[in-house]
């Protein structure tokens, strides 16, 4: 139980950031390491194919 | 007046960085309105609102970038394009064009194969999807988003609670892991006090105080506002506990959190009496019967439950006080005050950018005054019959989703509530005006700044009439917080506001004055 929460509060916090970029920026500040997802809305933000392509990928 | 919209095919960039490009460009001469938006139904509303949607928005997808601009003449447009245009592309080339920007997580992982934690701020519809394939990858998730459905977030957790990971959220406001502070956050001293928290500016507020008393924060896990509710039945809330009862560097543990549903309260504090450390719980305005024979140590508010934790971690006995100050300058403070209004001033208005500060201070309030009317009511009947109209004494939190429709929420922008003060200060009854300034990163560069302008304004039109506006105020920050904390209360004091170190005294302190006045 909690055992991979243990482990990340024992290890060094590396962090994908997926919207905002400012909080990517702010945790550079904090010297976190960080990637910065180019994240936009899926296929071409047409909502109902998004979903038939993620019940696809499930 | 003219008036011109473009339309930029695939080009999607996120809403905080266009709001702020918008906000600059507005802010120059002859410009009327700027709208800077991913083409999304909701903002094809508020293009609507400002007479700003043409049918090729209509046609537009949320891929699709949309510039509206109105002005007073063509060439004002085409100098506001052409600026709004070069702040894009400064935007992405101050990124560095060096820098790799995965387009999957897959290729994020292998770029970055310890990643340990995937922070997620996309819009709402798009966000447990993203949270999903994290928790799939095995990586821990703090979910800043809102508007995921309660449906999502239990099944979220439940993965989650599956594969023995952290689900901080959806609309999780507020983490520190490892000391470091993670969406909305203040830079804490390290040390022994572990949080888990359904509120964000309560964490920030707690940790705050735990950082001025000389003590520190081990870890702030955010569970999400709705964590405690019937249906999500705190299994964000619960694990959290049990990690920080496992964690070596933590002895001391805070639960903060607006009131639970019963059951869930009761669970929690079931799940508290396993723990072997002492647990310090805040529900917000819970009744303290639940605690009766519980293990858990109550509090009443988010600077006892502080002030309590830090007692416990220094082996010191926790003292209740009202006022860090002597009660002889309180008294002196309260006096002055009252002899500078005019007969007419006697209400209270409280302006919150922290929505569980606004809560705080009302529970305080509502000690002394027979009433507190508010977007966010204590009670049913306090429900301000329009929320753009304050009544007698009354309490916004202006981060509400009717007060931050199509534009930043008050802690990134400070001008909703500057917009509010200016209207507050035209009322001749006002007497008291309470409020918060949150630092940390998140927040706005400069809260102080914008704010002292706006009571100085507003102290002047009192003036004017012959009486004179109280500007109560707290600073939730710490020194090591980006805006420089000591700068930001010396703006604050400067403009004439009153600086109180929490926000439990500012409210204590507003209450005393105005119950002052009418007595």
């Known amino acids: ?58 | 007046m003219a008036k011109r919209v473009k339309i930029k095919e695939n080009n999607y960039y996120d809403s905080v960085t266009l709001m702020s490009i918008a906000k600059d460009i507005k802010s120059q001469e002859g410009i009327k309105e700027v709208v800077v938006v991913m083409a999304t139904p909701h903002n094809k509303e508020l293009l609507e609102n400002v007479g700003l949607l043409t049918s090729e928005v209509e046609e537009a997808t949320p891929k699709d970038m949309v510039i509206g601009i109105e002005a007073d003449s063509e060439a004002e447009i085409a100098k506001a394009l052409t600026a709004t245009e070069e702040a894009l592309v400064a935007k992405r080339s101050s990124d560095g064009d060096e820098k790799y920007r995965p387009r999957t997580l897959d290729s994020a992982i292998n770029t970055l194969p310890e990643a340990n934690l995937a922070l997620i701020s996309v819009p709402g519809n798009y966000a447990p999807k993203e949270a999903k394939k994290a928790l799939k990858k095995g990586l821990h998730v703090m979910l800043f988003s809102d508007n995921v459905s309660v449906e999502a977030e239990v099944e979220l957790k439940e993965l989650a609670a599956e594969k023995g990971l952290l689900m901080m959220g959806p609309d999780c406001g507020t983490a520190i892991i490892n000391n470091k502070p993670l969406a909305f956050a203040n830079v804490v001293n390290e040390g022994d006090i572990g949080l888990v928290a359904a509120s964000g500016t309560g964490a920030q507020e707690i940790t705050v105080i735990i950082d001025s008393k000389g003590a520190g924060v081990s870890q702030v896990i955010g569970t999400g506002g709705r964590d405690l509710s019937v249906e999500v039945g705190g299994l964000e809330m619960s694990k959290g506990l049990k990690a920080l009862a496992a964690d070596k560097q933590t002895q001391v543990i805070v639960l903060v959190s607006k009131p639970p549903a019963p059951e869930v309260a009761k669970k929690v504090l079931t799940e508290v009496e396993q723990i072997d450390k002492p647990v310090i719980v805040n529900f917000l305005g819970g009744k303290q019967e639940l605690f009766t024979d519980s293990k858990a140590i109550y509090s009443s508010n988010l600077e006892e439950a502080a002030l309590k934790a830090v007692a416990l971690s220094k082996g010191e006995e926790y003292q209740f006080q009202e006022f860090s100050l002597d009660e002889e300058k309180i008294e002196e403070i309260v006096n002055q005050e009252l002899s500078k209004y005019s007969s007419e001033q006697q209400y209270l208005r409280a302006l919150y950018t922290g929505g569980t500060l606004c809560d705080e201070a009302m529970l305080i309030l509502a000690e002394e005054l027979e009433s507190i009317y508010s977007n966010i009511p204590l009670k049913e009947e306090w429900a301000l019959v329009d929320n753009g109209v304050s009544q007698q004494h009354t309490a916004l939190d202006l981060g509400e989703d009717e007060f931050t429709q199509g534009r930043p929420h008050p802690m990134i922008d400070p001008l909703t509530r500057t917009e509010r003060l200016a209207q507050e200060a035209e009322d001749e009854e006002v007497a008291v005006l309470l409020a918060d300034v949150v630092l940390g990163y998140g927040s706005h560069a400069d809260p102080a700044g914008e704010l002292a302008k706006a009571i100085k304004s507003a102290q002047q039109k009192a003036a004017a009439r012959g009486g004179h506006l109280t500007a109560i105020l707290s600073v939730c920050g710490t020194e090591a917080d980006p805006q420089n904390m000591a700068e930001q209360v010396e703006k604050l004091e400067q403009a004439g506001a009153i600086v109180m170190p929490s926000n439990a005294q500012a409210a204590r302190l507003a209450t005393r004055i105005v119950k002052e006045i009418n007595n």
């Open chain 1, 1 to 58: 139980m909690s055992k991979k929460v243990l482990e990340l509060f024992q290890k060094e916090l590396q962090v994908v950031n997926i919207g905002l970029e400012s909080f990517a920026e702010n945790l550079q500040e904090e010297e976190v390491e960080v990637i910065q997802l180019d994240w936009e809305p899926p296929a071409g933000g047409d909502e109902e194919l998004a979903s038939i392509l993620d019940s696809l990928m499930d």
